[in-house]
């Protein structure tokens, strides 16, 4: 077997017929079971989720399919970003090596392969594209800064959710919401009375259904895939987050306004129901939305990389 670094090297594996022209050119000689790998099948929902579950727990999960999908691929490589979990796939069909190698940028770890003169040699390509790549060194990074707004729009009439949580936010917090998951606005929550309306301290106006928030494990949900014991980031514009749990929604339909903004050459947008206490928090303390104007300063969330159903992983997103 070759020796080498593990790393984010692609690796091949040889399965079936212990050929030595074969043998040579692998990373690991396939015996049908190894102490480091755990072997799943990854045929429907129940495979997928019994994969996700033993991410964590052991070195290496080779996944098969009958009928080859990359869909719970793409899951199974999210949930195993970070974790010290790798992942092997087996592949009989040269068409499927690109989906393998570049799943969510980053592909599987290995590749286990029949002694097919064809497919290794497919494989050895891709896997000498991948391993001198540097795509795959940048790291996802996030800060809280101070975005300047560029344009404040009609964003006509649409569905928003508020999220009322089961305790009270203080001055300065709110949740973290915005149109792209690497751009997200600080929404104050309604802790500010007014002489119209009295204050809902428990309460934040979040925004339009499509619109992304921050979970309180760092990832990312649509506002209309929310419910009632999901745990939320409560943030405030030093970066300092705290938990909450949602207690209910409320969506109703309500005219918004379309907010753009840019900081450090990313651009962001929101759309947020057009109304007086609805706030977001600018340099002097939280500013309404109604009276929001070109120029003004406003905290937000920037993250680089990517995410894949709210995970966020390395690698490259746009979002407009």
């Not at 939280?286 to 937000?300: E, F, K, P, W």
Request: proline share 2%.
């Amino acid at each position: 077997m070759r020796q080498g670094d593990w790393g984010d090297n692609l690796q091949l594996w040889l399965e079936g017929e212990n050929s030595s022209e074969f043998a040579v050119r692998a990373d690991r000689d396939w015996k049908s079971s190894d102490h480091d790998v755990a072997e799943v099948h990854l045929d429907d929902f129940r495979g997928q989720d019994e994969a996700i579950s033993l991410v964590g727990m052991v070195d290496w999960i080779l996944v098969r399919c009958t009928d080859w999908t990359m869909i719970p691929l793409e899951n199974l490589v999210a949930a195993a970003a970070g974790s010290g979990t790798r992942i092997a796939v087996a592949i009989s069909q040269s068409v499927d090596l690109n989906g393998a190698a570049y799943a969510l940028q980053h592909g599987a770890d290995a590749i286990l392969l029949p002694p097919d003169k064809e497919l290794w040699r497919s494989a050895e390509e891709i896997a000498g594209e991948r391993n001198f790549s540097s795509d795959f060194e940048a790291e996802a990074v996030e800060s809280m800064l101070l975005a300047t707004v560029t344009s404040v729009e009609s964003g006509a009439v649409g569905e928003r959710i508020c999220v009322d949580l089961t305790q009270r936010l203080s001055e300065g917090e709110g949740m973290l919401i915005g149109s792209s998951a690497n751009a997200l606005v600080l929404i104050h929550g309604e802790t500010i009375p007014s002489e119209f309306v009295p204050s809902r301290p428990f309460r934040v106006n979040a925004g339009a259904v499509h619109a992304y928030c921050l979970m309180a494990d760092g990832s990312t949900k649509y506002l209309s895939e929310l419910s009632a014991g999901d745990q939320v980031a409560i943030a405030n514009s030093t970066g300092q987050t705290r938990t909450a749990i949602i207690g209910r929604l409320k969506i109703e339909r309500r005219p918004f306004l379309l907010i753009r903004f840019d900081c450090n050459n990313q651009s962001g947008q929101v759309l947020v129901q057009q109304a007086e206490t609805v706030r977001f928090i600018g340099e002097d303390g939280n500013i309404s939305v109604t009276s929001i104007q070109n120029g003004d300063r406003i905290t937000v969330r920037l993250s680089s990389g990517m995410r894949h159903i709210g995970r966020e992983l390395a690698g490259e997103m746009k979002e407009k």
